[in-house]
């Protein structure tokens, strides 16, 4: 088991490396650069090209790469462009306010997906099934930003229960967690409907049965913790997605979280920042990925590591 | 013909700005905080590292000079009083005594100058290093007594003193906190910076010591406001809804859809003010087909600007007949006669001057092809209205207008390399001046993306800037008006207004005419 997750752990260096080589090329083949946005309209020419020298940026490419990845390899990921403050602090200031919405709204996606799903699964067939599978496919039509606007209108502005913007509480999170949630939610109800129903026909499930398991204990003893392998996994990337951050949401309730970082940062063309937000949600999927492997492990006693 | 609908009430609104407010003889009421609401982060509190100005600086920073929210006349701030030497390279300040920065260490000549070289020097880079023009020292001559010194006269410059972005700044916080300024950042305004959240709020608290605010406000001590807050929230429509629920005390430059439903239902107070942008069509005379002058003028006559100020805009906006908006300091009046008014037999006049003749559908055709050009502008609502709103006038012209949303930064990118047909954006400054960024042809192809390119109005561009005597400069800017509105490098469309609310309970807030919220009078009353 340890060997498996050293294994997998060093499998980020190339991982990173390829992803930060990508990034890099990509940040400059778009067009605008981080000094003009910077200076607007009233810099000079001269004043350009001084504030390129500054940054480095008119060193050759290849140059500019190794030394980031020399940099990087040592923690350090230098200065914003846009607010020269030192990229780990932008992102480390970050990561608790994005990991607590993740938290809340991945917690929201699996109470209601798992719970709908299994009972759309146990009531196959039934108005009970066609119901929960309308809601479900609502919830993963609906666009987060007008969902979360609508949630605004009714819980902060009419029955005034919660506030709109910020996040100084957890009271402010509960409506970007609901709005992340519901479209997750709707798939984890679905892949909990189809795997149920799946194992609900498994031969098990049968003797269980004809053995006098009641019917409660049945699903939740015998069927539920057998179908959940195929949810953990889809619950583990959505978590991973939502940890790189949820730039609509974010936006809608101003809330400060990793994914309006990226976005500024690529709007001003900030490419510090741009890099090692890219490379941090490289880590936190393949982490989160992991995490996700070893968690089979414990539903299915069966998965052995090698 | 184009009308002026909205000037009226622009000049009745602007004669109401200072009559606004006030309590009546009691004393003002202590205490409290204030919240106010803005759509981004500024990239940093220190001035010499922000590429655009923001209220975020404005409250806690102060200017050697102010405008006077009355009169619109230059009034001392930091400076007592100040003299032009008669041949226009030195400016001499008499500096106020007793004004003491937030962290305790006084304000003087030696603060003044090592701010001003602190922005001037290359190694700072400061984006707004250019708006002290021709500066080229600073010279302490006594104590309260500090010279800006210029190689040739650069008049715009009270234009520019007044600008947060020459704000004086602590020499001993940019001493002790190196590049962690921007982040702990010390001035002399009315409020102190306290706590910077990013991308959620920036809180300050109100300066204990402060007794020397611009004469233009009842208060002569401390804000009557214990703490200001200034929220960050990007979406336009929940930072409506945060006011509309009570959470934001001061929402200023509500999107214009809300403003005129708020404006209708009367719930909140509002201050409506005309702002110091302009929104243009810019046509790049370089690239056919609007290389020709002739095209560009039917351009013009066939754009009724009234209607997108009216329509696009909500009516929140003047339409505008010079590149100069009207608000902005080298407007002339008399450039109605001038104007490209909206004239479509005139246009169509033009066009068959230039070769074109009515082809099928109506289509201004030329050697078997159609007119058309393609402008490009940011995907913000306003600008994808405003182009739409032109499509359908060109189209009744006969000119087809293509449409291409883009992120601003590649905009501007591509249009360095001239690839463009035309733009759609707007600008902002208080003085015609900004006019030399847009048009000189020293500006290519950075700011110049018409690439426009006149000896004439280089030359005026350049006498714009060292024409010292205010009524000689304004012939400068009348004479260039003239120009530009002969040879259309732009078709001007609309400056928009500004229309900022506030709680009933929050009482003698003030906007200056350049849309700056002024709060040294402020009191909240509940």
Redesign the interface.
Known sequence: MLRYVVRRLLHLVPVLLGISFLVFLLVHL????PV??????????E??E??RH?LGLDRPLHVQYVSFVVRAAQGDFG?SI????PVAH?IG??IPYTVRMAVAATLVAVAMGVVLGAIAAIHHQSPLDYGTMVVALAGVSLPNFWLG?VL??IF??YL?WL?????DSWLHLILPAITLGTSSSAIIARLTRSSMLEVLRQDYVRTARAKGVGPRRLVYRHALKNAMIPVVSIVGMQFASLLGGAVIVE???????IG??AV?AI???DIPVIQAVVLVAAVIFVFTNLLVDLLYGLLDPRIRYA | MRRWGTFPVLLVVLALLSGLAGTGGAAPARGGTLTMVIGSDPPSLDPHRTPSVNIAHAVMYETLVTVDRRTGEFIPALAESWEISPDGTAITFKLRRGVKFHDGTPFNAAAVKATFDRLVSKETNAPGASWVGTLTRTDVVDDFTVRLVFSKPYAPIFSSLRISFLAILSPAAIAKMGADYGQNPVGTGPFRFKQWVPNDRIVYERNPDYAWGPAHYKNRGAPYVDQLIIRIIPDEATRVIAFERGDIDILPGAPARDARRMMRDGKFPFIQIPTTSGTYLGLNVKRAPVNDVRVRRAIGHAINTDEVARIALEGLAVPMMSPIAPTIWGYWDGVRQFALNHDVERSRALLAEAGYRPGPGGAMTKDGKPLEFTVWTYARMTNVRIAVVLQAQLRAAGIKLNIEQMEPATLLASTQRGEHDAILISYGWPDADILFYFFHSSRLPTTNRVHYVNPQVDKLLEDGQTTVDTAKRLEVYKQLQRVLLAEVPWVPLASELSVNFNQAYVQDIYYDKYGNLLLLDAVRTR
Do not use: K
């Not at chain 1, 778009?30 to 650069?33: A, H, R, S, T, W």
């Not at chain 1, 846009?82 to 403050?85: A, D, E, K, L």
């Open positions: 778009v067009p605008g650069d003009r946005v910077m200076l607007a309209d009233a810099g000079s020419p004043q350009v001084r504030m500054q200065r846009h607010t020269r403050r932008e200031f970050r606007l605004i209108l902060s502005l005034r506030p709109p913007a910020g996040a936006t809608v309730f101003g809330w400060p979280g309006r970082l500024d709007f001003t063309r």
